[in-house]
């Protein structure tokens, strides 16, 4: 018995508990111990950060000639790590009063509890895959789990699952086709024959494997153009379910991105790799396609009404960083892409349980319809503060610290244009979350949410844990960038000369711990300065009056809707939903082939194609 | 360097900015009125302004996250004044790059939307709306300025570009070097300084100076403060960007007062752009030649 | 070993009594058939056992070949004698009032099935052929809306049998036999060559029709949606997999030719395409389960049209897969009858049935560790294998046509699962026998995931000794005469 054999059979027995006791109102509680202790045997593992090593699971099986094996590098335990965490944050954060809710609304608790630590089993099981077949194997357990936990809701959500599952299943396909050539040229699906292959073919048959699985793995990422399912299908999961999913489901595909980029083809010769006919070469199309990955989803989410289609939006911008930041290749980028998995994990997760928590006691997360909840709630605000200004990348949380590395990244490549396109990205993320922030939050507050109080501990505690853990990892970077180094060391990237506070380089460092601590030393001056001033006077969250007028509490006045006018009359007419348009159109051409085929089927004479095709055949034979 | 060195430049290079930041208040203060031929104010007018804010006797405050985003503007500038060197003091430029300092500079805007938010007044929710449309705008020029100047200097740190530019006299700085780059900074710090035509975010006679219109007593001296603190900013980074940075204290400050000079003659020339306009504009002049500026700089 | 003949003789032999049993005693005639199939079973078991893999071949009335008629017995044959009976006797309908009719059809289409499954010459494959077209004519008639469907299956079939005659006296005319050994062992000199093929492609159209392949399969969506869903789960899931063992014998052995290959991965690959996409507009539940078969049997004929024992392993897995699949999946149908929409949160009433319904349509779209997804998995590692571009072109086509899969049955699933809409009119519930019998069929299937090793090695040895037509031609012409009928009885 190895330590993944006990990571897998603790994350085994956690379904068992799910399924046996996850309808229970302790059964919750007990989910989240086996979690914990499912972090605790991979603890166990934590020696793997420190040298490119593998830990192997004894459990392997030889099928139709082929041998499954599942062992763990640095890389799987950092998914790992992240994974685990969330899936323990979720169920903490379900195991007590919003459950209950959840379960008086009729939802299906006990599938949800079932359906996480599936998702949670199915990952490990994949992050552990040894060569190609386990590889695909645990693709598909990944996408079927997260299909449940999709689906499960009822809904609205069952169109969005069902557009996710078949694009899920469009990717794996994918996957399965680049598969099969690649076994098609070495009749194995081990790793090192794979890239022995993949190191011998010639550019235009190296094209054909590549494309079909960084196709197959970015639907996962949800990369353009095969975005649209994404934010639907995690915006409409419940709450903690959400949260699970924006933090790490979709990363399962950087995973394998990185798997087969890096480790099976190398990143050398991805960036050797010329497209025909043209002057750029592969890394640059992966590059591109996540700049693009960064801004529209971006821009997408600046127009949603509803808080968690946005912050699902901006989970598929985010994922374009960590691509961006991964496909330059060195080592300040892919450190930054990788840690930017981590740092998006944490604040998305408060993110969304923040606007849970909002869900929980107001019934709605309608941008139009909160507001001014910020003394209402003041613990959920302070999460999705720390959780928004990581995600807008902006110091002193953790998101500024890997958004850094990629910009780092990009400059020293000379790559403007994307680097453009990063910093737009970011921009639009802080104009839309604060759009968030402000319309839940902050503003006029409604007659209707007077009353209403800050969520229970069992709902804050996660978040403001996550809170912590998005600023101390900001405030020193060096906490996860060892992890990234030992990532790096593992998959033959150059690896990343870090310190505590960031990063130590003659081309301009970062110290997180100085530069923190001077904001912070700011913010006391500031705060010395302001309370030197004269008393102040505190009125009334509904006391307000503008234009003159005094306004009373059941006038609306909050400024929410369209919230960004003058910048909209000017991008407006460039949201074409193109992308929407072309998925349609796929759609209604499949629907017209396939009314012609039962066209086919439905005719009256059936024995004249049986006569046609017979002579048709004759004739080839003749001739 | 040792610790107590360090603490004596962190404490006395945002004094130093607040007070040349004054002076840059009232010399923005006395352009306007010369343009309008008035007199202007006296030399200690902007100090009498903010000790007569901070002592007003009715400071209306909604709610704890009004104050946090008065703290958070002004404490943020403090912080990002560390960053920036001047002549004999580099603060903690070499530990934060330009990077850093530009997203630094972020954190006071957002602190201070943050408490504007918390006023409950729709006007001033639509000035931040207005505000960071604009910082969209103008950022997007502002970075490519900044990846362009850096991969000039081969660094991000402040500190290496600008002796980079000392090494050879007027000849070296990034204005000769650069003036393609140079110049759509200067375009977009205009911007950033939020001055006509720019001032779409204040807009006293269409939304009642947007974030300011609940601000009173001491957080109106805040704003004040951030003002000095915004200008002194602005300058010492275009001048550091493009000017040689200060060989010492007089050319230093000359090239700064210089630098806030050029926008504010021409800011009271122009009236307001609407919002997309201005968008419009920034993402169109500024933006297209840095980006030429570039394409000359990386050949 | 000899009594494996009586797989086809008692069968046939109960079909003429059951009328006559019956008329004297209903219960005894209602019993006399599951017996038999039992006996069935119980006989294909011994000579499993007592052959040990082994082939040999049995000469009815001590004949020798190639002018007797030889019975082949070897893994693959016991395999769907073995599963022919099992099948008639899962799918017997027990329920209902007893119709001896229905019961003596079915005896006949058991029969003539095992003997599909054991017969060594073409010409005995033509009798049982025609026996099960008729058998099976009258179990789709016996459906209430059946009758349109009914004639346009008999005109098709009527014609595919012209077809397959006309292609088998080609053969005969160049090579003067019908045993398949006899024929294996001409065929490198007297098949190979236009006329050959010729005969191949028609035979292929004419058995076609039974194995729906594409486009001789035009009956299959109306059959299904109107006939009794029993009989629907026998031809989707049994017959169908005897006209596609029949190709497979006459391929390996007869016809063993690159354009044969060719007709069959095309006509195979718009079979799978044809029958995805129709069934992804289908509007109900039971013409969608058709097309699907369609499809599913088209995946067949493209795995069989890979060269060698690659081909027959994944061809196999995929026919087996699905007759244990299809079947199941037309049995849960039966009541959900009606439009689709009209299933809305129908698994409220009956949720084990949706359950078995949410099993099949994950192995069906070859979810792993299901064992659908192993079989899809040895077609695509088979057609990987293969070099030129129709091979890739077809791995494509069956990749697309998954997704499409995917989309249309897990649209069904989710509806199956809607709560939202109570205004809809609950449907029926399942009978019992139903879901146990749709129960057996996914624990099956579950078992085979838990077998799964063994499984694929036994099913590996089958396709081993089914793609060796060597050792084929070696049984049956050093076969022993001594045995004859009369001497079993």
């Known amino acids: 018995m190895t330590p993944l054999d006990y990571l897998l059979l603790l994350s085994l027995l956690t379904v068992v508990i799910a399924l046996v006791a996850g309808h229970r109102s302790m059964g919750g509680v007990w989910l989240t111990f086996t979690y914990a202790a499912q972090l605790g045997g991979l603890m166990l593992m934590a020696g793997l950060t420190n040298q490119p090593d593998v830990i192997t699971s004894s459990l392997s099986f030889t099928i139709l000639g082929q041998s499954l094996t599942w062992r763990y590098d640095a890389l799987s335990w950092y998914f790992a790590l992240i994974t685990i965490s969330a899936g323990l944050l979720s169920t903490m954060y379900t195991a007590g009063d919003w459950g209950e809710k959840f379960r008086a609304d009729g939802g299906n608790l006990w599938l949800l509890h079932v359906a996480i630590a599936l998702n949670v089993l199915s990952m490990l099981i994949l992050l552990g895959s040894g060569d190609l077949l386990t590889l695909f194997i645990g693709w598909e357990l990944v996408s079927w789990a997260s299909f449940l936990l999709m689906i499960l809701a009822g809904g609205p959500s069952i169109q969005a699952a069902i557009r996710y599952i078949t694009y899920a299943m469009g990717g794996a396909m994918a996957i399965l086709a680049g598969l099969a050539l690649i076994y098609g040229h070495t009749d194995s699906f081990t790793y090192p024959a794979a890239a022995n292959i993949l190191h011998s073919l010639s550019t235009a048959h190296l094209w054909a494997p590549l494309l079909l699985l960084t196709l197959g793995f970015g639907v996962k990422m949800a990369l353009l153009p095969l975005h649209l399912w994404q934010a639907a299908a995690y915006a409409h999961t419940p709450g903690p379910g959400a949260a699970f999913l924006g933090a790490i489901s979709s990363r399962m595909g950087l995973y394998a991105l990185i798997v087969v980029l890096i480790q099976l083809v190398g990143l050398v010769r991805v960036i050797e790799l010329p497209v025909l006919f043209s002057f750029i070469s592969a890394r640059d199309v992966l590059a591109w396609v996540a700049a693009f990955t960064i801004i529209f989803p971006t821009f997408t989410a600046l127009r949603q009404n509803d808080a968690r289609m946005l912050l699902a939006w901006h989970g598929i911008g985010q994922g374009g960083y960590m691509l961006l930041g991964l496909v330059m290749g060195d080592a300040l980028g892919s450190a930054g892409g990788l840690m930017h998995v981590f740092n998006h994990a944490t604040y998305q997760a408060a993110l969304f349980f923040s606007v849970a928590a909002v869900v929980y006691r107001t019934g709605t997360a309608d941008l139009n319809r909160l507001g001014g909840l910020v003394a209402r709630m003041p613990l959920s605000f302070l999460a999705m503060l720390v959780g928004i200004i990581g995600l807008a990348g902006l110091p002193p949380m953790n998101g500024f610290v890997s958004k850094w590395l990629v910009y780092r990244s990009l400059m020293l490549e000379g790559e403007p244009l994307l680097f453009v396109a990063a910093v737009v990205g970011t921009l639009g993320t802080i104009l839309s979350v604060y759009k968030l922030i402000h319309n839940m939050f902050l503003g006029q507050l409604r007659v209707e949410h007077e009353n209403i109080r800050e969520a229970p501990w069992s709902m804050t505690a996660p978040m403001l844990i996550l809170s912590v853990v998005v600023f101390v990892t900001g405030l020193m970077p060096g906490l996860v960038l060892q992890w990234i180094a030992g990532i790096q060391a593992t998959v033959g990237l150059p690896v990343i000369d870090y310190s505590l506070g960031g990063l130590d380089s003659a081309q301009g460092s970062l110290d997180m711990l100085w530069v923190v601590g001077v904001l912070f030393a700011g913010f006391g001056i500031g705060a010395v300065l302001f309370y030197s001033g004269g008393r102040t006077h505190r009125v009334h969250q509904l006391d307000n009056y503008a234009g003159g007028h005094f306004l009373s509490a059941d006038i609306r006045y909050h400024y929410s809707d369209n919230f960004y006018p003058g910048l909209m009359r000017l991008i407006g007419p460039l949201y074409r939903y193109s992308f929407a348009w072309l998925e349609s159109a796929v759609q209604s051409g499949l629907g017209l082939l396939s009314l012609s085929t039962q066209g086919f089927y439905r005719r009256v004479a059936p024995a004249n194609y049986a006569l046609v095709t017979a002579v048709l055949v004759l004739l080839w034979v003749m001739l | 360097m040792d610790a107590l060195h360090i603490l004596i430049e962190l404490t006395l290079m945002p004094l130093v900015a607040f007070v040349v930041g004054l002076f840059m208040v009232l010399m923005m203060r006395r352009i306007a009125a010369r343009i309008q031929r008035r007199v202007g104010p006296p030399l200690l007018q902007p100090l009498y302004d903010i000790l007569k804010l901070y002592g007003k006797q009715t400071q209306i405050s909604h709610g704890i996250l009004h104050d946090i985003g008065i703290i958070m503007a002004v404490g943020g500038y403090i912080a990002a004044e560390t960053m920036l060197p001047v002549p004999g003091m580099n603060g903690i430029a070499d530990k934060a790059g330009l990077i850093t300092l530009a997203y630094v500079l972020m954190v006071p805007s957002l602190g201070l939307a943050l408490g504007v938010g918390q006023c409950a007044n729709p006007n001033g929710s639509i000035g931040i709306s207005r505000a960071l449309t604009a910082m969209l705008a103008y950022d997007i020029p502002f970075v490519i300025v900044i990846f362009g100047v850096a991969w000039q200097a081969g660094s991000n740190n402040l500190v290496d570009i600008i002796a980079l530019q000392q090494v050879d006299g007027i000849a070296s700085w990034g204005i000769v070097q650069t003036p393609l780059l140079a110049f759509a900074g200067l375009f977009a710090l205009h911007a950033i300084l939020g001055k006509h035509p720019f001032e779409i975010y204040i807009a006293p006679a269409e939304i009642a100076t947007g974030p300011m219109v609940e601000m009173g007593g001491k957080y109106l001296g805040g704003l004040f403060v951030m003002q000095c603190f915004q200008l002194y900013t602005a300058g010492v980074i275009y001048t550091s960007l493009f000017l040689g940075g200060g060989e010492n204290w007089l050319t230093f400050l000359v090239k700064s007062f210089a630098v806030v000079a050029v926008p504010i003659c021409i800011a009271y020339l122009f009236p307001r752009f609407r919002t997309e306009d201005v968008v419009r504009l920034v993402w169109k002049w500024p933006v297209m030649l840095g980006l030429i500026g570039i394409a000359f700089v990386m050949n | ?489």
């Open chain 3, 1 to 489: 070993m000899n009594q494996i003949v009586l797989i086809v003789v008692l069968p046939l032999l109960a079909a003429f009594l059951v009328p006559i049993v019956a008329r004297m005693s209903a219960s005894l005639g209602a019993a006399l058939g599951p017996l038999v199939m039992g006996v069935c079973l119980w006989i294909t078991g011994t000579v499993a056992i007592e052959s040990a893999g082994n082939a040999f071949a049995i000469n009815i009335g001590g004949f020798m070949p190639p002018l007797g008629i030889t019975f082949f017995v070897d893994r693959l044959a016991l395999l769907f004698a073995f599963l022919t009976a099992l099948l008639v006797l899962v799918l017997w309908p027990f329920q209902g009032e007893h119709r001896p009719r229905e019961h003596a059809l079915t005896l006949i289409l058991a029969a003539a099935s095992g003997g599909l499954a054991l017969s060594g010459d073409l010409f005995n494959i033509y009798v049982f052929y025609e026996l099960v077209s008729v058998a099976s004519f009258g179990l789709v008639a016996t459906g209430r809306r059946s009758s349109a469907p009914a004639i346009r299956y008999l005109i098709l079939s009527g014609f595919g049998s012209v077809l397959a005659l006309v292609g088998i006296a080609l053969v005969y005319t160049q090579t003067g036999t019908l045993n398949l050994a006899h024929l294996s062992q001409l065929a490198p000199t007297h098949l190979i060559n236009p006329i050959g093929l010729a005969a191949f492609a028609l035979i292929l159209l004419g058995v076609g029709v039974k194995a729906e392949l594409f486009p001789v399969n035009t009956w299959v969506p109306e059959v299904y949606a109107t006939a009794p869903n029993r009989v629907s789960a026998l031809l989707a899931g049994l017959v169908s997999k005897l006209a596609a063992l029949v190709i497979l014998r006459l391929l390996v052995l007869v016809f063993a030719q690159e354009q044969a290959l060719l007709v069959m991965l095309l006509l195979g690959l718009l079979g799978v395409i044809t029958g995805e996409l129709a069934a992804w507009r289908a509007q109900d539940m039971n013409r969608m389960l058709a097309y699907s078969s369609i499809g599913q049997l088209g995946m067949v004929f493209v795995a069989f049209s890979i060269p060698g024992e690659t081909g027959v392993f994944a061809g196999l897995a995929i026919a087996l897969h699905h007759l244990v699949v299809k079947p199941a999946l037309f049995l849960l149908a039966a009541r959900w009858g009606g439009a689709l929409s009209g299933l809305a949160g129908a698994a409220g009433g009956n949720l084990p049935a949706a359950l078995l319904f949410t099993l099949f349509a994950l192995s069906l779209v070859g979810v792993p560790p299901l064992p659908g997804f192993w079989a899809k998995l040895l077609l695509v590692m088979g057609l990987a294998e293969q070099v030129g571009p129709l091979y890739h072109f077809a791995l494509a086509g069956i990749l697309i046509a998954t997704v499409v899969e995917a989309n249309y049955l897990f649209r069904i699933v989710s509806t199956l699962f809607h709560r939202d809409s109570p205004a809809s009119p609950a449907p029926q519930k399942h009978s019992g026998g139903d879901i146990a019998t749709a129960g057996l069929f996914g624990a099956s299937l579950i078992a085979a995931v838990l077998l799964l090793i063994p499984l694929s090695q036994s099913l590996k040895t089958i396709a081993q000794q089914t793609a060796d037509a060597a050792a084929y031609r070696a049984v049956v012409t050093l076969a022993p005469t001594t045995s004859t009928l009369g001497d079993t009885q």
